[in-house]
């Protein structure tokens, strides 16, 4: 007797998407349940029991009602060291090791193609000293520049200088004995020793010295004043230019030593080697694409992210909840992870806010992405499939109803209670459910007896069954009346 009053605990899965309440219509409406599947509800209780007559029935007991969520996934870590390409552009893939290998520090992941690098390289390099050459002769120009101030200052134009300041002493001269000479013949011509013509000669001679002293000393006054200062212009001018010049050309090598060197860096970049030891994945592809980014001959860009080393110390599943039950899933809510060789018990650490992109790919069915954290575990590796059930609720010692039991109408819930082997018609007030059983609030006792699939059994039931699926009919088809009037019109 202690062994028949003991209650049982169910844990039976509701498929992640199905709405509890659309999964009973369809149930009851239909009657679809199968008597495979009856049977297999029935053996989630010892008390149950299938009469040889018309109807099969169920008592009613209390136990342990378990409401969860059922998703495939599979194994990633939550915290990876990701490799990524460091060549700039699009590059080829000739060699990637495979997904899974464990390797060695220093041992080669990755190669990419380098015939385009080494191309680059060779032209940086030649490049380089061209600007190396042109800067050197650009140097050599300042120098110069600079050195030709000097040389005019101290050379040229003081040679210039001496030059006229000599030929000014000699007009100077000049005209102080042409000046001597004409008051010399002025005192003969008084005493008639020359003719009057003779005296004007020498005062033409004094005029003529005095006009050749001005022009020099003009050239000179031009020569401090105008031609030295336009020459001192020009050479400022020149070194002005010339250094321009050298910071380009200097800025030019240096921007060319930047290319060599970053090509030389790329070249070396093409083989990639691993910085630690320990097991190498590739990077999970798009829903969309049906091979992996990264194989023999893939086109690769710069950043992109060509291998993973996860830590396996943080694993974790990331699967995709419908969104018709999101709403009941929160971080902390118990997660059982059944593995191929293991079960373990996990949590829900992440639900998404936001559902990720829906497609053909994904049957244009709308998921959340949630984040199961497991437990540190020897032998979980990234790829390993899982089945996750999520815990939605536990209801403890309540009154347990099969979900076969049930005829949803307009005017409520209903089942038929065996009464004297006679079905009889009774009103249910239901809670929480999941794909086999329900919770009975109120309009059923323990112990009492049930049919099961009562649509399919009881003529009342029906008779209610496709009362309400004609109704549902009704609602969805669109009004005739509209209809003909819009085809009037």
């Known amino acids: 007797m202690n062994a028949e009053k003991e209650t049982a605990e169910d844990t039976v899965r509701v498929s992640g998407g199905r709405n509890e309440r659309r999964v009973l219509r369809g149930v009851v409406v239909f009657g679809v349940i199968s008597i495979v599947g009856i049977v297999s509800?029935?053996?989630?209780?010892?008390?149950?029991?299938?009469?040889?007559?018309?109807?099969?029935?169920?008592?009613?007991?209390?136990?342990?009602?378990?409401?969860?969520?059922?998703?495939?996934?599979?194994?990633?870590?939550?915290?990876?060291?990701?490799?990524?390409?460091?060549?700039?552009?699009?590059?080829?893939?000739?060699?990637?090791?495979?997904?899974?290998t464990v390797v060695e520090e220093g041992q080669e992941l990755v190669r990419l193609d380098t015939k385009v690098i080494e191309e680059q390289y060779s032209l940086t390099k030649t490049n380089t000293f061209i600007a190396q050459a042109t800067l050197a002769e650009t140097q050599a120009n300042v120098e110069k520049a600079k050195i030709a101030i000097k040389a005019y200052e101290q050379g040229r134009f003081r040679s210039q200088l001496q030059s006229l300041e000599k030929e000014l002493a000699a007009h100077v001269r000049n005209l102080r004995t042409a000046k001597k000479m004409y008051e010399r013949s002025k005192d003969l011509f008084r005493q008639g020793y020359v003719t009057e013509l003779e005296v004007e000669g020498n005062a033409f001679t004094v005029t003529q010295a005095e006009l050749e002293l001005e022009v020099k000393e003009t050239e000179i006054s031009v020569l401090k004043d105008f031609t030295r200062k336009m020459q001192m212009e020009t050479l400022n001018g020149n070194i002005t230019a010339s250094e321009s010049k050298l910071a380009a050309d200097q800025a030019g090598l240096a921007m060319e030593i930047k290319r060599r060197d970053r090509a030389e860096q790329e070249l070396q970049d093409c083989?990639?080697?691993?910085?630690?030891?320990?097991?190498?994945?590739?990077?999970?592809?798009?829903?969309?694409?049906?091979?992996?980014?990264?194989?023999?001959?893939?086109?690769?860009?710069?950043?992109?992210?060509?291998?993973?080393m996860p830590d396996l110390s943080q694993m974790q599943v990331k699967l995709g909840i419908h969104e018709s039950v999101i709403d009941r899933v929160n971080p902390g809510l118990e997660a059982i992870v059944t593995l191929p060789d293991r079960t373990l018990k996990a949590t829900v650490s992440e639900v998404a806010s936001v559902t990720r992109p829906a497609g053909w790919w994904t049957g244009n069915v709308v998921k959340y992405d949630t984040v199961i954290k497991l437990p540190e575990n020897e032998g979980l590796k990234p790829g390993m499939s899982a089945e996750i059930e999520v815990i939605l609720a536990v209801h403890e010692d309540v009154l347990l109803l099969p979900v076969a039991a049930v005829v949803e109408t307009e005017d409520g819930n209903f089942c038929w209670v065996s009464a004297n082997g006679e079905p009889v018609k009774r009103s249910v007030?239901?809670?929480?459910?999941?794909?086999?059983?329900?919770?009975?609030?109120?309009?059923?006792?323990?112990?009492?007896?049930?049919?099961?699939?009562?649509?399919?059994?009881?003529?009342?039931?029906?008779?209610?069954?496709?009362?309400?699926?004609?109704?549902?009919?009704?609602?969805?088809?669109?009004?005739?009346?509209?209809?003909?009037?819009?085809?009037?019109?």
Do not use: M
């Open 271 to 308: 083989v990639i080697r691993a910085q630690k030891s320990g097991l190498v994945i590739y990077p999970s592809a798009a829903s969309w694409k049906t091979t992996p980014d990264i194989t023999d001959g893939a086109t690769v860009r710069k950043d992109q992210v060509l291998l993973l």
């Open 429 to 489: 007030e239901l809670g929480d459910s999941n794909d086999v059983f329900i919770e009975v609030l109120s309009g059923l006792a323990e112990g009492e007896e049930v049919v099961l699939n009562p649509a399919a059994l009881v003529e009342e039931a029906a008779e209610d069954a496709l009362a309400t699926l004609s109704s549902d009919s009704d609602s969805n088809a669109p009004d005739s009346t509209s209809s003909r009037e819009s085809a009037a019109e």
């Open 41 to 100: 509800a029935v053996a989630y209780w010892p008390e149950s029991r299938i009469e040889t007559g018309p109807t099969l029935t169920h008592t009613i007991q209390r136990g342990n009602l378990t409401v969860s969520v059922t998703e495939q996934g599979t194994l990633e870590s939550s915290n990876n060291t990701e490799i990524k390409c460091k060549v700039r552009g699009f590059s080829t893939v000739t060699y990637v090791v495979p997904t899974g």
